[in-house]
């Protein structure tokens, strides 16, 4: 009897990913907040839209929210904030 071990790890394709870089400060800034549509986000994100502007500044926010939570954004979603000084994506149950 024959033994066959398998090796289930994948192998990263292409350049790495790099993160952006870190914001100075939110004063000022246009901040993305994607919702991914489960039941709590919106309220959450309600309350994290107000601290950012009353606390940190933040000149506007730009909301978007993804038609269901188990599916990536689209594209034209996705285009929308980029143009935001940051983004903020979540999930609230």
């Known amino acids: 009897m024959t033994l066959r071990v398998l090796d289930p790890r994948q192998f990263a394709e292409g350049e790495p990913l790099q993160m952006?870089?870190?914001?100075g400060?939110?004063?000022g800034?246009?901040?993305?907040?994607?919702?991914n549509a489960k039941i709590g986000t919106a309220?959450?994100?309600?309350?994290?839209?107000?601290?950012l502007k009353s606390r940190h500044g933040v000149?506007?926010?730009v909301r978007r929210r993804k038609a269901d939570s188990s599916r990536p954004a689209?594209?034209?979603?996705?285009?929308?904030?980029s143009a935001a000084d940051a983004v903020v994506s979540g999930i609230g149950d």
């Open 59 to 61: 000149r506007e926010v």
């Open 20 to 23: 952006a870089p870190a914001l």
């Open 74 to 81: 689209p594209d034209a979603i996705l285009g929308e904030l």
């Open 25 to 27: 400060a939110l004063e």
């Open 29 to 35: 800034a246009v901040v993305g907040l994607l919702d």
């Open 43 to 51: 309220t959450f994100y309600d309350y994290v839209e107000g601290i």
